[in-house]
């Protein structure tokens, strides 16, 4: 059975510093695209950062430069590293697992909220 499970969330000031971890469980790290989705209210769910076993990541604008996500496989591990955070960067962030090139659903995380706030 899949699962992503999320923690890492809290409030910070401006131009502080969150890592937001996302433990996998089911037979899919390492073949899934994994990413980090965001969505703040009133706004559509967005991609910030989606990765291949940590080898080859893209990035929303938003974020580059600021952002850096990574993986641990020996865990089944994702990451978020949020640096420079801003206001805008406020939202819910979820864990996803894509298994769209397997035939498979995409998997979520349950979120967690991000507050970006002085």
């Known amino acids: 059975q899949v699962q992503l499970v999320e923690s890492g969330g809290g409030l910070v000031q401006p131009g502080g510093s969150l890592r937001l971890s996302c433990v996998v469980s089911?037979?899919?790290?390492?073949?899934?695209?994994m990413g980090w989705y965001r969505q703040a209210p009133g706004r559509q769910r967005e991609l910030v950062a989606d990765?291949?076993?940590?080898?080859?990541?893209t990035y929303a604008d938003s974020v580059k430069g600021r952002f850096l996500i990574s993986t641990d496989n020996a865990k089944n591990a994702l990451y978020l590293q949020m640096n420079s955070l801003k206001p805008e960067d406020t939202a819910v962030y979820y864990c996803?697992?894509?298994?769209?090139?397997?035939?498979?659903?995409?998997?979520w995380g349950q979120g967690t909220q991000v507050t970006v706030s002085s």
């Open positions: 990765t291949v076993r940590g080898e080859r990541s």
């Open positions: 996803a697992a894509d298994g769209s090139r397997f035939f498979d659903r995409t998997y």
């Open positions: 089911g037979n899919i790290f390492g073949r899934y695209v």
